[in-house]
């Protein structure tokens, strides 16, 4: 299994996002088996944070294995699927933070009115690793809710082919493809087109 290390080299940062995307992705593999090494395993995630990198790195779920779905609700909700049956956990995050102290809340009104200083920026490092190392120390039983589903899979990744759009001259995948004036057009030249006819 890719460790933390990993996964802050991949996405750049360490933060408590990515911490929580480490804890979720573990919790599916320990739940579900291995790795996904292609399609296997499926990931739908709720949310575009920083946790979403860790899932990939961790699980084998990525956009572009086309194994990784991202529904974009603002939940820290991720759903974990198994080829072919369906059968997968969601995981909730249920987690609360220690509530900050005054000298804490402070420093995050003086960092959004944006003071940059030594002082604050210290404070806040410190306290995001203090909650970094906490969600990677806590109990799965703490973190999140996990429960067991059954859900309809999305369709596998297709390969199609690639045409050329009569307007910019780009390639497009054929589907993503639409007949404009007797012309395969791509998706941003028909709306510069429908602009031009505005």
Known sequence: MK??????????????????????????????????????????????????????????????????????????????????????????VKWIAPPEDQEMTSCWQRFSQGDRSTEVMRAIKAHKGRKIQAILQADMAELFEIRRVKEQLPEQARVYPSIRCARCGEKVMEPMALMVDDRLLCLPCVEIEKGVES
């Open 3 to 92: 460790n933390f290390e990993e996964v802050v080299q991949f996405h750049g940062h360490v933060c408590p996002g990515l911490a929580f995307g480490f804890r979720v992705a573990q919790a599916a593999l320990e739940a579900l088996g291995d790795r996904s090494r292609d399609e296997e395993l499926v990931a739908v995630v709720e949310n575009r944070s920083c946790a979403v990198d860790a899932i990939q790195v961790v699980s084998g779920c990525t956009f572009g294995k086309g194994n990784l779905v991202v529904r974009d609700y603002g939940k820290q909700v991720y759903t974990f699927l198994k080829r072919p049956h369906g059968e997968g956990v969601r995981i909730s």
